[in-house]
C-alpha cells in the first residue's frame, strides 16, 4: 500500500521511475508508457493504480553492466572507500571553542542569505534555470555580485522572492530551516544519548521534537514509514532502515541527509572518519547510496576543516570516507579535474549545469558539486565561498548552509570578516522543541561539551 509523506502517490511514481535507472534499474518503455498514460488530474490521488505499477518498478533487476559498487551498510562502505587519514591532530579546547561558534555562525548565515531564493534557485523562472533567474533578479536590483542579503524590492521584473524574514530589509535573527533545525537535532540526540546512539534515537528525536510539516521529501516520508511500522508502544527493532529509507521513498538520494552532515562533523572535530560514520547512523534510515554519502562527505569534511583550511585536501578527506566507485565521487573527482580549467565559478557551473542538470534541483550529488566549487573559488574565504554556493543556484539555503559550516569552522569567530554576521544578533529561533529561541554562543559552548564527551574526555 502506499502511503504519502510528501507529495501524492501519482509524483511519487514518476520519480521513482528516475530513481530506478539512477541506481542501475532500467525501466522499460512499456512501463514507462503506462505511467505516463496516467493523468495528472483524473489519476493523481488513485492510490489502487499507482500501487500496482509502483510494485511493477520495485521487481525490475539490476543492469549486470551497471559499473557502480554503492553498498548501503557501514562496513560494505568501508571496504569501498579509499585511502585516508582518518583522524587528524588534536585541537586546543579554546581554538575549538572559538571554531564551533564560527561554524554555527555560518551555518545560519549561508542558509540566510539562500532561503528567499531557494525556490527561484531549484525551478528557475520564465524560461531561466536558477542560477539565471537570481542573477537576473541580482541584476536588476543593482546587486551583482551576492554581496549581502537579499533585497525585496520591487524592481517591476514579476520575480519574486520569499521568507521576508530573511531578507535584508528585516532580517534579525536566523529564522525557521530544516538545514538548521537537524544540526540542533544532532545536538540534542548526542546530548541525550552520547556517542553510541542509534538510528533510531534520531528518529524518536524527530517524532519529540519537530513539527511534521517541517519535514520534507526522503525525512518525510521516511518517519511515515517509522511511525507506520512501529506503534508508540512497541520496540523500534521491529523496522530495519533498509525499510523506512525504500519503501515508497523515491527521494532516498536526494539532498535530505547532505543537510544533516554538520552537527555530527562539529562533535568529531579533527575525526573524519568518526564524523563519516555518525553520519552514516543518522542518514542510512531514510536515504540509500549517494543519499548516504552525501552526509557522510560531508561530515567528514566538516569535522576536518577544524584542523585543515585548504578547499581541495577538505575536499579529498571527505572522499576518502565513501566509495571510491559511486556516482558521487566520480562527479566530484571529475569537478576536481574541470576546474583548473575555468576561469571563474560560473564558467565551473556552466559544467556543472551541462553534466549534472538533469538531476533534480534537490538531489545530492549537483548542489555536492554546487559545494565544493564555491569553497574552491571562493578560496575558503568566509564572505565569498558562502555568497558564490548561492550563487550557484538550485538548493540555494541547503548549499549555503552546508558551505558557511565548512568555512565558519574552518576560520572561527576571528575570521568571520563579513557583513553577514551582524544582522543575525547571534540568534537562532527554530521550530524545534527545546530551542526556541538560542544564540549561537551556548551552541557552541554546549556544542564543546559533547566534543569532550564524544573524545572522551
Known sequence: MIFTGWEGPLALLEHEVTQREYEGCPVPEALKNQISALDDEKDVWDFEAVDGLYR????????????????????????ERPVGPRQLTNILESDLLDKFHGAWTGRAAGCALGKPVEGMGIMGREGMIGRQ?????LTNREH????FYFTGVDAGDGLKIHCPQSQRENIAFMEPDDDIHYTLIALSVLEKFGPDFEWHNVATAWNTSLPYYAICTAEAQAIMNYNNAVPRKALSKWVSPEYTSTNRNPYREWIGAQIRADGWGYACAGNPELAAEFAYRDACWTHRANGIYGEMMFAAIIAAAFVIDDATELISIGL??????????EACLSALNTIP????FHEYMDWVELNYGELNGVHTVNNALVVIGSMIFGQMDFHQSICRSVE???????NGATCGSIVGASAGTKGLNSSLVAPLNDTIKPNVIGFQEISMTELAERTLEVYKCVAGQ
Open 56 to 79: 511493477q518498478l520495485e521487481r525490475l533487476p539490476m543492469d549486470p553492466t551497471f559499473s557502480y559498487v554503492q553498498p548501503n551498510d557501514l562496513e560494505g562502505i568501508r571496504k
Open 133 to 137: 533567474a537570481i542573477r537576473t533578479y
Open 144 to 147: 551583482w555580485p551576492l554581496d
Open 320 to 329: 576518502s570516507e565513501i566509495p571510491k566507485n559511486c556516482r558521487l565521487s
Open 341 to 344: 580549467k575555468c576561469q571563474d
Open 392 to 398: 550557484g543556484g538550485w538548493d540555494t539555503d541547503c
